[in-house]
């Protein structure tokens, strides 16, 4: 279907900015800084906003947990934002963990896993393996059941979830009841017909995303390590229940669904929604974009679903 006009209107906005891959990471990073006043913002109604730290591979690692409504003890979130494992924070993505606390009825840990390129390759997935452990292992301090867990994160944090998932299972827990991926990225090595269709015009660019990449990966041979790109991982069978969620004009819509149909193919009870007429990023236009608020609805249903 053709672009949803509210999107081409954010696009036609953000086309006076200068690109991406043209600043440095540190000018990006002050600019969503000063501007997050700016951002979408969630009403939705939770208990509690917590920012505190753990133990982490390389010292403290801050987290910020939303406790729901209700009586406890709830089912557990753990959430990785996206932003090229380069930018973004909790602040960037706090609309979509309010959200899923209140719709899913859990309550969700959202990490400040180490950023490129000061931190690359493989210290995200360290980090956000890590803290899905100490959630694990500290379930009840947060009013949490440690056997009702999932993992979720949207573009480079829908990438990290999926490791999670494959490092849960090959490295002796936790069990994990499932894996909700937001347009993720899976494969550094893949070229992909949404790439050459979507690379230009629709917010993510291929510069972008070749400016992330050549920040994460510090030695190209990364690429093809499963713990960067999951789609290469030899055995995709025994993993928990996954939900992938793509956009129609998003260059890493088809990574996504190849993604999931191999995940289906080893086995895995998984399912995908395509979102027609959006791009990257809607997942966190709460309150812009009407089929944000539709993919919200799934997502949450969905994080009831497999965390009952």
């Not at 208990?47 to 987290?63: C, D, H, K, M, S």
Request: proline share 8%; glycine share 10%; hydrophobic share 40%.
């Amino acid at each position: 279907m053709p672009l949803d006009p509210k999107v081409k209107a954010t696009l036609d906005q953000q086309a006076a900015l200068p690109p991406l891959h043209a600043l440095p990471v540190e000018v990006v990073r002050q600019g969503i800084a000063a501007s997050l006043h700016l951002m979408p913002t969630s009403d939705a109604p939770v208990a509690q906003v917590e920012n505190r730290t753990i133990p982490g591979p390389a010292g403290e690692l801050p987290i910020r947990v939303y406790t729901p409504q209700g009586q406890g003890p709830f089912p557990l979130v753990v959430y990785f934002h996206g932003g090229g494992w380069t930018i973004c924070t909790l602040d960037t993505h706090d609309p979509i963990c309010r959200e899923l606390c209140a719709g899913a009825g859990a309550v969700v840990v959202s990490v400040d896993y180490r950023l490129a390129p000061e931190h690359p390759f493989p210290a995200a997935p360290d980090d956000c393996f890590a803290a899905t452990r100490w959630v694990a292992e500290h379930a009840a301090e947060l009013g949490g059941e440690p056997e009702r867990i999932a993992v979720a994160g949207d573009s480079a944090g829908g990438n990290l979830a999926a490791v999670v998932a494959l490092r849960a299972r090959d490295e002796g827990g936790p069990a994990l009841r499932g894996q909700l991926l937001i347009y993720p990225s899976t494969d550094l090595l893949g070229e992909t017909a949404s790439r050459r269709e979507n690379g230009q015009g629709y917010g993510l660019t291929t510069e972008d995303m070749h400016w992330f990449r050549g920040h994460y990966l510090a030695d190209e041979a990364h690429a093809a390590h499963p713990h960067a790109s999951p789609s290469q991982a030899e055995n995709l069978s025994n993993l928990p229940p996954a939900l992938v969620i793509t956009a129609e004009y998003d260059p890493l819509r088809d990574e996504g669904e190849d993604y999931a149909r191999a995940l289906q193919a080893a086995g895995v009870d998984t399912r995908f929604t395509r979102y027609d007429g959006m791009h990257h990023g809607f997942f966190g236009g709460v309150g812009v974009y009407d089929q944000t608020r539709t993919a919200l609805d799934e997502a949450n249903a969905w994080l009831r679903g497999v965390l009952r």
